[in-house]
């Protein structure tokens, strides 16, 4: 079972350079807690990346709605 502040990878979709749709395995964080982890198929989690959030903003708007950027 998944516990809180792992690290594992997720699927992420992003478009390529060619505008093309993608979709790559990227770390994330598990955010939630563990009770809830150890007693739903639902789990929260955060992307770990580097990218700018251009990236983001290129992303359909359906994806787009779901993403929350954190910064400092």
Not at 60 to 65: A, G, S, W
Request: aromatic content about 6%; hydrophobic content about 35%.
């Amino acid at each position: 079972m998944v516990k809180q502040g792992e690290i594992w990878t997720a699927p992420f979709p992003y478009y390529d350079n060619r505008e093309k749709l993608q979709v790559k395995r990227r770390p994330v964080i598990i955010v939630s807690k563990n009770e809830i982890n150890d007693k739903n198929f639902d789990i929260i989690i955060c992307q770990i990346s580097r990218h700018e959030q251009n990236r983001i903003l290129k992303l359909p708007q359906e994806l787009k709605n779901k993403v929350l950027i954190i910064t400092p």
